[in-house]
């Protein structure tokens, strides 16, 4: 009960208390009926209304960590009133507008959002790469309408809830409060029909006592890496928390946290290719003891039990786990941090980087949403011209934009 009075005391500390109907009875979450009305759905597999807005908004009830949370269905943030904690900005102020309708679909009927890859969950040849992260070096490319290996991370931060941030948050968000979100969130995902949950390996919050179950349950699932049959064999995709890139012979062994004495392989030339692609984000990572490098890596085994990374992207991440590309972004999103009002950091999915995205967007900011913008001491025209038509394409939302070349960053107006 202890998790359900805390919850409750932090309630008190917002403006907004959401209010459910759960078959013909509406109530306030921080009603006293309110933890039975909700125990009694998820056993009935009842879908909530978030009553924000009439007649009412489809959510689900996940099980995180043995709490029940009652989370927004995939992709339907936008259907939230903008004083609802549930709202997501409009998703054409970010890179997942390109993707949805064509790389990510939501099936209307189960909830789950169907996705397309522009990467392999197989191999044929014994090849090495390196995730371009959708913006390639020396060639003309046409944007890509599936998902690439950055993107789909992306899109699980995002349906994880993991890009939102309150003060109140401060100190309450660990790796694994990170794991269990996005657990849940891959579990509402899929890829040709199979449950994308199937073929993602997250580490387990470590634990001392309990070290041997979590090695084999890795193991298990491992195992499909080196089944023998005729035709390409299958990759998982692995998400984790870089610990280090050690020296190994020929290429480095890449340490993930949370699993110790888990090692993978990445060749010396892939590794080249990393520092060279990665390089903001590895710099991000080095010059702060606080921040987080994240991985997605499509990974596969070899007949002697190697296993090896196939395809690499890397995102940097603050202490409070939210991603940040360059160091305007960091001082930013540290700014944020520390503001009782909650906001959305947006990503840039397959987005290049020298296209415009709100870098951020505050949701209850009065009289509407305020999006902010940064503008990058590299920004041309065609940069600028992109910008002015975004922000004269959304007049529902109010404007902030930080140009690095004219100064300091500008007050914020909240």
């Not at 603050?318 to 999103?333: G, K, S």
């Amino acid at each position: 009960m202890a998790p359900i009075l805390a919850r409750r005391a932090r309630l008190k500390r917002h403006s907004f208390m959401r209010r459910f109907r759960f078959e013909s009875v509406a109530c306030d979450e921080g009603h006293n009926e309110f933890p039975h009305l909700l125990a009694r759905a998820h056993r009935g597999k009842i879908r909530p209304l978030c009553l924000c807005r009439d007649p009412g908004v489809p959510m689900y009830i996940a099980d995180i960590g043995d709490q029940l949370l009652i989370k927004r269905m995939p992709l339907s943030g936008g259907g939230h009133d903008p004083a609802c904690p549930s709202y997501d900005p409009p998703y054409e102020l970010s890179g997942l507008g390109p993707l949805m309708g064509s790389a990510i679909k939501l099936d209307p009927s189960s909830g789950v959002a169907c996705l397309k890859l522009d990467f392999s969950l197989s191999k044929r040849a014994a090849t090495n790469q390196v995730g371009s992260g959708g913006e390639g070096n020396d060639s003309v490319k046409v944007e890509s309408k599936k998902l690439s290996l950055r993107a789909l991370l992306h899109f699980l931060w995002h349906e994880s809830g993991l890009t939102e941030w309150t003060s109140h948050w401060t100190g309450k968000r660990h790796w694994w409060q990170v794991y269990h979100h996005l657990l849940e969130a891959a579990g509402n995902m899929a890829v040709r029909g199979t449950p994308l949950s199937d073929r993602l390996l997250l580490p387990e919050p470590f634990r001392a006592h309990d070290k041997t179950a979590i090695g084999q349950r890795r193991a298990h699932k491992l195992a499909r890496l080196f089944l023998t049959s005729a035709g390409p064999k299958q990759l998982m995709v692995l998400v984790g928390e870089i610990k280090e890139f050690a020296e190994a012979r020929g290429g480095r062994q890449v340490v993930i946290k949370h699993m110790p004495g888990f090692r993978l392989y990445l060749e010396e030339i892939a590794w080249t290719s990393v520092q060279r692609r990665f390089e903001p984000e590895l710099a991000l990572w080095h010059s702060s003891e606080a921040s987080h490098l994240m991985m997605i890596a499509t990974i596969g085994g070899d007949p002697a039990g190697i296993i090896a990374v196939n395809e690499i992207a890397l995102m940097a991440v603050t202490e409070q786990w939210l991603p940040i590309e360059d160091a305007y972004e960091q001082r930013l999103v540290e700014r944020l941090a520390r503001l009782k009002s909650k906001y959305v950091k947006g990503l840039r999915f397959n987005l290049r980087r020298d296209h415009p995205l709100a870098n951020a967007t505050l949701s209850d900011v009065k009289p509407q949403p305020l999006a902010l913008y940064i503008v990058p001491p590299s920004a041309d025209e065609a940069f600028e011209a992109c910008l002015r038509e975004m922000i004269e394409a959304r007049p529902d939302l109010s404007a902030w934009i930080w140009r690095v070349a004219d100064g300091e960053m500008p007050p914020l107006p909240i």
